[in-house]
């Protein structure tokens, strides 16, 4: 089976750095996945990490720890649009499930 | 927009009904996922299909099915609906190949919101 674990929420400060966590137990490894997801809509594709280390795409980052079974997703400069829940997601070695963490709900301040 | 397509958007119904909720994946996809999103339980994942045929089975209830289509649309049928059955459902859809792949990302459609009165 699976066990993902992320913090319920985080609140931080426009402008700032934040870096949400995500620790995982599982059966079966492959990759993990961020989305993002604002309230009462789709999760959006952020990033994917098969391999150990840092992933950049603008102003996010997401890095994996496969020994480790850990994950975080660096978000700089946030913006208030950045609010929304991030979901940490494990896809299992055969490639064709993504169980999800149950989410970050971020909140951003001006 | 991601390209996945859900109807109806809002659907209300008594327990013990029956719906039917579709899905038409983005052009090319083959694969088709079924995620139920509830208040108190995240994402949880129901059934994959691939071309068809039924290749991953999550947490689905013996009450919900699923298929999908020749045209690769897909349908999940959920019956003797229970107050409990309220929730967000998100259909999925990824591309050529039966699983992800690096950059093979799956893309969710807006979801059907089903609430049992």
């Known amino acids: 089976g699976q066990n993902i674990d992320q913090p319920t929420e985080m609140t931080a400060t426009e402008g700032a750095i934040v870096q949400i966590n995500c620790t995982y137990q599982t059966s079966g490894f492959n990759g993990l996945f961020w989305y993002q997801q604002h309230a009462g809509e789709a999760p959006t594709f952020l990033s994917y990490n098969v391999l150990d280390g840092l992933e950049e795409k603008g102003r996010f980052s997401s890095f994996l720890s496969r020994s480790k079974g850990y994950s975080y997703l660096l978000l700089k400069e946030l913006q208030m649009k950045d609010s929304a829940s991030y979901l940490c997601a494990v896809e299992n070695n055969a490639g064709n499930m993504l169980t999800f963490g149950g989410g970050t709900r971020l909140m951003v301040k001006p | 927009d991601s390209g996945v397509t859900q109807t109806p958007k809002h659907l209300i119904t008594a327990t013990g009904q029956r719906v039917t909720l579709r899905c038409s994946p983005r052009s090319g996809d083959l694969s088709v996922y079924w995620y139920q999103q509830s208040l108190d339980q995240g994402l949880q994942f129901l059934i994959q299909y691939y071309n068809g045929e039924e290749r991953a089975k999550g947490n689905i209830l013996e009450r919900f099915s699923a298929q999908q289509f020749p045209d690769l649309h897909s349908e999940l049928n959920l019956s003797s609906l229970e107050l409990g059955d309220s929730a967000l459902y998100f259909c999925?859809?990824?591309?050529?190949?039966?699983?992800?792949?690096?950059?093979?990302?799956?893309?969710f459609g807006e979801g059907s919101w089903l609430t049992v009165v």
């Open positions: 999925a859809s990824s591309g050529p190949g039966s699983g992800y792949k690096p950059g093979n990302t799956i893309y």
